[in-house]
């Protein structure tokens, strides 16, 4: 069965750095594009980024970009998210999800198959 599981959330102060990890396993992970997605409480999913299949093509939330960095292991069918210089409005559930995105990839929910159970990031003091 298809999953990705995300790893790496918890607390860290403001200004702080957090790893975040999403293992995939059950489909041919190098062929779909991955993006992470946050929600916090009372607010709509966010797309915060996206790699492309090959990590070549990546984006980033105008709220992140500078801050955040998305790489990808195909190897490891794994994809990370770095985050640095956080702030408490990065406060948030994060996933992971996967869709077929060959050539590119989308900060759009609904352009995604596969999402993870997501895991907890606070960024307070």
């Known amino acids: 069965q298809v999953q990705l599981v995300e790893s790496g959330g918890g607390l860290v102060p403001p200004a702080g750095s957090l790893r975040l990890s999403c293992a995939a396993s059950g489909f041919t992970f190098s062929h779909y594009g991955i993006g992470w997605f946050r929600q916090a409480p009372g607010k709509e999913r966010e797309g915060v980024s996206c790699?492309?299949?090959?990590?070549?093509?990546?984006y980033y939330a105008d709220s992140v970009k500078g801050r955040f960095t998305i790489s990808r292991d195909n190897a490891k069918n794994t994809v990370y998210l770095q985050m640095n210089s956080l702030k408490p409005e990065d406060t948030a559930v994060y996933y992971c999800?996967?869709?077929?995105?060959?050539?590119?990839?989308?900060?759009?929910?609904?352009?995604?198959?596969?999402w993870g159970q997501g895991t907890q990031v606070t960024v307070s003091s």
């Open positions: 790699s492309s299949s090959s990590g070549g093509r990546r």
């Open positions: 999800a996967a869709g077929v995105l060959l050539y590119n990839c989308s900060l759009a929910t609904n352009e995604y198959d596969y």
